[in-house]
């Protein structure tokens, strides 16, 4: 088969083949990345854009990621970081657990007893706050990093001192609100993030959110993201005005993604309905395959806790249940995952992204469409 030639602005400007970009995707329940440095430098090997999710890593898991993946490629490659609101945040995990309200804690406290999961206690990690930010940041300047992704949380100095450093940096946004501001602050691309989306996710679908914030933020280019895994879904993204994808569930399910086999074979097994939001894992709204904890928790009617605090109020079970009762847990997933069919490697899945638009764009709709004057 001859190789499908796909270019956009988006190419020339992270100097890649393909205009496909891994999602940063991280985990705050399991303490590791699922966009790892392997999975990274396959996606630009590829051809596309590879992306480390940074999120809560500690720096050295975050040194050690990015090492791994310039070992693995000589292609472009960026970081994607979260920077919280608020100060740094005092104390240990275990000892901000202790201070936990006590409905919340005996909730969880009797999943332990119904799933017959023993209580273990998770690593302790650094607390997700903007001091773990800086340290990360400090190692993506330290490792000479030249693209970063912002996922979450954009304060006033980080573009222009990206700048200053001869970085881009891209924006994850859900409105239009959002994309103009940080379009007005100097972001290089916009990436453009419909409800439709895995991990955490806003309320609006991207069919309509795409094109308005491509009017808002002309000329700065926008990709799209969301629910998107195959090629006919790109091609209806450049139609809208994007200049290329976003993409974290296909990669998910790819030889070289770090989610366990039994992970894996859930979202092959997936439907369109699979995939549901809770704010059970982090206090934000969060798309996961659907398990019984979110249910669970959301009949029970049961506040949830602002950001990082409702992390550490179910991180422990969490942590126990992957070790214990690994076909409870749950696997981050966008609502296009009905659409993945079989496990493939992160080539075949840029392949099949590349092929797939392009048998749109040059002989189906020429097929299929008529144009009068």
């Known amino acids: 088969m001859t190789k499908a030639l796909l270019r956009t602005k988006l190419c020339d400007l992270f100097d890649i083949e393909y205009p496909i970009i891994l999602a940063g995707m991280g985990d705050v329940i399991r303490d590791y990345t699922v966009s790892t440095g392997k999975l990274c430098a396959a ?31 000589k292609k472009p490659f960026g970081v994607d970081l979260i920077f919280p609101a608020g100060p740094a945040i005092d104390g240990t995990v275990s000892e901000i657990q202790a201070k936990l309200p006590a409905d919340l804690t005996g909730f969880i406290d009797g999943w332990y007893e119904q799933y017959k999961v023993p209580h273990e206690k998770g690593p302790e990690v650094k607390i997700f706050d903007e001091d773990l930010a800086m340290q990360q940041w400090k190692i993506v300047v330290d490792e000479g990093i030249k693209i970063i992704a912002l996922g979450l949380g954009t304060p006033d100095w980080i573009i222009p001192e990206a700048h200053a450093k001869e970085m881009k940096v891209m924006c994850l946004v859900g409105n239009v609100r959002q994309a103009a501001r940080l379009a007005r602050m100097g972001a290089d691309l916009i990436i453009a993030q419909g409800h439709e989306a895995g991990g955490h996710t806003g309320r609006i679908g991207l069919m309509s959110l795409l094109p308005a914030i ?36 296909a990669f998910e399910a790819t030889f070289e993604s770090p989610i366990t086999e039994l992970g894996k074979q859930k979202l092959v097994e997936a439907d ?52 214990n009762k690994p076909e409870l847990i749950f696997v981050g997933s966008g609502q296009g995952v009905g659409l993945i069919k079989k496990i493939r490697s992160a080539k075949e899945v840029v392949d099949d992204f590349v092929q797939g638009t392009v048998e749109v764009l040059k002989m189906r709709l020429q097929d299929e469409v008529t144009i009068k004057n």
């Open 43 to 73: 996606v630009s090997n590829a051809g596309g854009l590879g992306t480390i999710g940074g999120g809560t890593m500690s720096a050295a898991q975050l040194r050690h990621e990015i090492r791994d993946a310039k070992s693995l490629t």
């Open 214 to 249: 491509v009017a808002a933020v002309s000329p700065v280019p926008v990709v799209a993201a969301g629910g998107i895994v195959i090629g006919s879904q790109l091609a209806a993204a450049l139609a809208m005005g994007a200049v290329g994808v976003w993409i974290g569930t």
């Open 272 to 323: 369109e309905e699979s995939a549901r939001i809770s704010k059970i894992y982090t206090g934000k709204t969060a798309r996961t395959l659907r398990n019984p904890f979110t249910e669970s928790w959301e009949k029970a009617g049961l506040r949830t806790l602002p950001m990082p605090y409702q992390n550490y109020l179910v991180r422990d079970f969490f942590y126990s249940l992957e070790r």
